[in-house]
């Protein structure tokens, strides 16, 4: 096999015409650079250069090589420079927790631009929270607020909320006459729910009738595109985030079977703890997708 440190010492000898030159270009003694082209030559079994008194004149076969390695040797310096200053360079690394519907709404199209090394830990909600307090996971992006643990909060977004019912359900007609009827009639549907907290639809009870929801749910999905998906298949009524019920209302798959009097809010969170020592990471996370989406 031919040491590409023979090849690099060619070249130079060929572009300067005489080995004092070219040891001085690759910062070698004269006599090492001679060697190298001693070992060239015996490798390949011909002669590269002719030797006078002031300078080396290339021969035919010594023209031929430079002609075929000087690009090809050229782009490997450049990858080995690229190579090496990638390597020189310290890129932060976290693992963040998420759920898969916030990973496939809003950080899918941004995580990948940016220059860290990231994890990603999928669950629902209560399952991060605990990997977090576990030292699992260093940040839990986009999350309702919680007081179990002692974690850190900052404020992502605030997401809409919104009624929806499978399409082929049929409605009462006189239901924006008597709150109480349609309460009853509610309550009787089956319904589908993203935990046991029940908060979408509680929010949802409390700023349309001003008051409690008495509900049993018949399904749990932690997954609000899971439920909304069962609901263009099945029949039932959920309340989810109305950003991801607008191509399910367009194509007729969903419907909105009540029109709100108010707009019903949630608030997601980043949450972290704060005695750790991921706190420039999680920062540095923050401030980049706060970046991309600004």
């Known amino acids: 096999m031919i040491n590409l440190e023979w090849l690099r010492t060619f070249i130079s000898i060929y572009e300067c015409n005489n080995l004092t030159e070219a040891s001085k270009k690759l910062n070698m003694t004269q006599p090492g650079v001679s060697k190298h082209l001693a070992a060239l030559e015996s490798h390949i079994g011909k002669k590269l250069f002719d030797r006078t008194t002031r300078k080396l004149v290339p021969t035919e076969y010594g ?148 008051t409690s929801p008495k509900i049993v749910p018949r399904f749990i999905l932690p997954s609000y595109m899971d439920i909304l998906e069962v609901l263009s298949i099945n029949s039932g009524f959920s309340v989810v985030p109305k950003h991801l019920c607008v191509k399910g209302l367009s194509q007729k798959l969903i419907k909105t079977p009540i029109k709100s009097s108010n707009r019903i809010e949630q608030k997601l969170y980043y949450s972290f703890k704060l005695k750790n020592s991921n706190l420039k990471e999680i920062n540095l996370f923050m401030d980049q997708l706060k970046k991309d989406k600004g």
């Not at 693992?95 to 990948?112: A, P, R, S, V």
């Open 63 to 210: 023209d031929f090589l430079y002609s075929q390695i000087n690009n090809p040797l050229h782009e490997l310096e450049k990858v080995e420079y690229y190579s090496g200053q990638r390597a020189k360079k310290e890129r932060a690394a976290i693992t963040i927790g998420c759920t898969t519907d916030f990973f496939k709404e809003e950080l899918i199209n941004e995580i990948y631009s940016f220059d860290m090394y990231i994890v990603t830990h999928f669950g629902n909600e209560r399952e991060l929270i605990e990997a977090l307090e576990m030292d699992k996971i260093q940040l839990l992006v986009g999350v309702k607020k919680y007081d179990i643990y002692d974690h850190q909060f900052k404020f992502i977004k605030n997401e809409e909320l919104e009624l929806v019912c499978s399409q082929g359900i049929p409605l009462p007609k006189n239901q924006g006459q008597d709150d109480l009827e349609l309460i009853k009639w509610l309550q009787k549907q089956t319904w589908f729910t993203y935990d046991n907290n029940q908060n979408e639809i509680k929010k949802y009870w409390e700023s349309q009738f001003s």
